[in-house]
């Protein structure tokens, strides 16, 4: 018998169905919840085990995939669960982000709650562009995770999927939980999956008739990230997660990382009364959709900073990557104050918000940021930084900061820093996420802001504490200084279709040295890019990134003045985001809007190829635009472009022609 049951809330109906049948599990009981729009239908199954199925307009995108928590005490979420009730709602609403691609967030889902008496609830919600579940514990006593189990079951092992493997296959398990996340993509199918290799998320899988399902988690809280491998099943793939490690030993890069030595047999701790971190699984019909994506934010615990007003998103002019190298200048370029006085000058002259000084400014190998090297000296370049209306941002690697988060940030935040580029954590276990948090709560208190570097994927911390203003987890530019086969290219117009979806990226664009694909070759000191020139200026609208590097050396930079008052005038948080159109691995054109100005930023692969844009999301008016596309001659000179100011057309149909591996980017205003 089936029963059809209606609740009504704030104006909306949603339907649950239930029945009872003794197929599979005995007196399994059966619920469905549905999208807004309807187009979205996720199946649950609560008998011995909970399973879940997911599909799109008639679609099964998901087969029966279960889900359960087991605890170190014997007990579990989810196995042998006697259910006790379940309660509807329907959410649409406006949130109000901070430091993000919009400044508002539709968010509008259906959501089916599933309370058991083992002291357990489990959310389902379904968006018109997703569905998301968690686990709730209404315990009392603190608990340790001892599992977790997270299917995935596509119908088909023929479906195939963009896969960031970890490391080698040489690696073992317990080795591959300490990566960088950097690593590029794999297009295969899922049964062509490597069994002795992990894969980090975002992950993609392409469904029949174009459909793409991509995974990821939000809200992760003091949880490990979770990681994908082949599943037992064919077609499924299954969550694996890092335990908690029980000792830990300073190692590693320029003894800045802490290796985990031993780890505990559970993955966490956790209150009694606490929420577990989304599973999401993103649905799209066009590629562009997931290039637009704001599931991860919306899932995401709102932000708990009562002041907000100090966070100041911008460009960075960024050392590292050029080496520090300057010419034309009077002085030895390097780690000393000359060079970045010379930094502070340029940014200060092109409105470039900060200047970061990377590694090297504090003595290596002591892991200690109150020991910096005699050629520095931070008080006086603060002073000249602050008289020229520019902040400093120091970088720390992982270990230095965390032995002494508290002092650091109240030492430096008082000689007038702006905020700590912390780099590598290359973890994702409980006590790496904890740290996060800690670090992010403890930074705000003082007025800092964050850049993690060499850490996994953003998964809702940047709304929580928007003070943590970008992410790594990135194959970014700065593996030209010495990736000798990497093709950069594809995977430009790759990640924004997955990587991206998880939140913003500290790719570090900027290159003033651009090369073919034939020409490009890795040199250290004096980098370069892949693809043309136009290409990384589009980088800057395509890419979201709050805080923006410029890669580049100011001396290339003040060479090329046109590029450089165009980079350096492109916002890093915007009013609106619209994805006009992309094909994953072959193209991608963004849509960037801050006050009345419009940016918009298109790139390719090694494909050269004509774009046909709409930009009828002007709307009404008479609108020009300040267009920089690929030169003539950019297949054979990366470097060559052609400024235009034009007028847009009635119609708001434009054609671009882009070289291989080009690009285009143009800010529109109205006449």
Known sequence: ??????????????????????????????????????????????????????????????????????????????????????????????????????????????????????????????????????????????FTVKSEQAVFHFPSGEWTSFVPYVLDPKFS??????????????????????????????????????????????????????????????GALRGVFAPCPKETKQGGYNNLQSLVVSTESFLAKAEGNT??????????????????????????????????????????????WNDWNLKGVDFVSGINNDTYKYYIDFASNNGIEYVILDEGWAVKHLADLFQVVPEINLEELVAYATERHVGLILWAGYYAFNRDIEN????????????????FMERDDYLMTTFLYQAAEIAAKYHLLLDYHGVFKPAGLNRTFPNVVNFEGVHGLEQMK???????????VTIPFVRMVAGPMDYTPGAMRNATKDNYRAVNSEPMSQGTRCRQLAEYIVFESPLNMLCDSPSNYMREKECTDFIAAV???????????????EYVVIARQKGNEWYVGGMIDWSARTLYIDLSFLGDGSFRAELFKDGINANRNASDYTKEIINIPDN???KIEMAAGGGFAMKIMAN
């Open 275 to 320: 929420h577990f971190p989304w599973r999401v699984i993103i649905v799209a019909e066009k590629d562009s959709e997931l290039a637009d994506s704001d599931m991860v934010y919306r899932l995401s615990e709102p932000c708990r900073l009562a002041d907000v007003s100090w966070i100041k998103s911008g460009k960075v002019a960024w050392d590292w």
């Open 408 to 423: 650091i940030c109240k030492h430096y935040s008082e000689m007038g820093i702006k905020g700590f580029k912390v780099d």
């Open 571 to 585: 916002p890093t948080v915007w009013d609106n985001t619209i994805a006009l159109d992309g094909k994953i691995a």
């Open 482 to 492: 010495w990736a000798v086969d990497a093709d950069q290219v594809t995977y430009d």
């Open 173 to 234: 398990l317990e080795e591959q939980f300490h990566n960088s996340f950097e690593n590029t993509y794999r297009h295969i199918r899922l049964s062509e999956w490597d069994r002795r290799r992990l894969a980090f998320l975002p992950l993609l899988v392409e469904a029949p008739g174009g459909k793409k399902v991509c995974i990821t988690e939000a809200d992760l809280g003091n949880y490990p990230g979770m990681y994908l491998c082949n599943g037992s099943t064919f």
């Open 1 to 142: 018998m089936k029963t059809i049951i209606k609740s009504v809330f704030a104006g909306f109906c949603l339907p649950v169905f239930f029945l009872n049948s003794c197929i599979g599990d005995a007196n399994q009981t059966y619920f469905s919840v549905q999208s807004p729009d309807s187009t979205l239908n996720v199946n649950v199954y609560v008998g011995r085990t909970i399973k879940y199925t997911l599909s799109h307009k008639g679609d099964a995108l998901l087969n029966k995939s279960p889900v359960s928590l087991s605890l170190s005490d014997g007990s579990s979420f989810g196995i042998d669960a006697v259910l006790e009730n379940f309660s509807t709602k329907s959410v649409n609403q406006l949130i109000d982000a901070v430091v993000y691609k919009r400044s508002k967030i539709v968010d509008n889902y259906n959501e089916l709650t599933l309370s058991f008496k083992d002291g357990f609830d489990i959310i389902f919600r379904a968006y018109n562009d997703g569905i998301a579940y968690r686990f709730v514990s209404k315990r009392e006593q603190p």
């Open 652 to 654: 708001r149909k434009m």
